[in-house]
């Protein structure tokens, strides 16, 4: 049973942020999420039934996907910051 309550409450954590409408919030706590719950002891190695760790994987999928767009977006809002700043120059 805790095993179950713990992977509920990793989906509901990563359902919530998935929700977001504010890229750079959901962003920011993707980040955090992922360090907390990928990093030294594989999630693998939790038990999760296979139910949950397949929405969980279409949920990281999906939040991969953002995070690349998100990146481009920054790049791009950066680039054009740098180009005004050339210009003023």
Excluded: C
Excluded at 11 to 29: G, Q
């Amino acid at each position: 049973m805790e095993r179950r309550d713990g992977s509920i409450e990793l989906l509901s954590r990563l359902r919530y942020i998935d929700s977001l409408d504010e890229p750079s919030l959901k962003a920011e706590l993707l980040e955090k999420w992922a360090k907390e719950n990928l990093t030294s002891e594989g999630i693998e190695d939790k038990g999760y039934s296979v139910v949950y760790m397949k929405e969980l994987s279409e949920l990281l999928y999906k939040n991969i996907i953002f995070l690349k767009d998100h990146r481009k977006n920054i790049k791009t809002q950066l680039n054009s910051n740098n180009k005004i700043k050339e210009f003023f120059k």
